[in-house]
Each structure stands twice: as C-alpha cells, then as structure tokens.
C-alpha cells in the first residue's frame, strides 16, 4: 500500500511551451497540463469540465519535454503532489501545488 501513497497520474495537453532552466545543479522544466472530465447534469446536459495541474520535471525527465514536448502535445505523466509556499511583493504569503514528474511519456502523433 505505499506505493499509492501520494501518487498521481494524469493524462492531458500540454497548456504552454514548457519553460526549461539549465543550472548548476541540472535541469528543470515547468509546465501547465490540462485535463478534462465529461459528465451529464441532472438537466441531461453533458457537460465537460477543464482542470488545469501545474507540472515540474527535473533532469532526465526535463530533457525529454525540452525535446519533444510543446503547447497541445498530449502526454502522461506520474508523479506526486508537492506544495510549496513564498512571500509575494506585498509580504502576502502565497502557496502553489504542482505535481513533480517522476515519468513522463509522449503520447499522440507528432
């Protein structure tokens, strides 16, 4: 049962070229996924709901999206939620949930 503790798995289009920073340490590549559910209302309109997950890959993963990664790709992606917090300009202390990649796969033609 660990290994479904804070795993998350989605399958979506990317939102935005990825952003890649080359440093030191290695490389990170940081991008928008979206991903969209159907359902019917109790009206019996379908309806189709968009959500939008912050992604984070770092190193060998980051070099494959800086490869063949780009805006509307559609990919898989497994990783686990991460948050982390920083003061904006205004001193207000603002937090961010991304999903950290720990396998990303190219899906689709192209």
Known sequence: MNTMKNR????????????VKTFEGGKVAN???ATNDNYTNKKGEKVEQTEWHRVVAWDSNAD???????KGKEIAIEGKLSTRSYDD????KRYITEVVVSDVMVLGKN
């Not at 494959?64 to 780009?70: H, L, R, S």
């Not at 300009?89 to 207000?92: D, L, M, P, S, W």
């Open 8 to 19: 998350v798995q989605l399958i979506g289009h990317v939102g935005n070229d990825p952003e």
């Open 31 to 33: 991008l928008t996924l």
């Open 64 to 70: 494959i999206i800086e490869k063949f990664v780009t």
């Open 89 to 92: 300009k205004e001193g207000n």
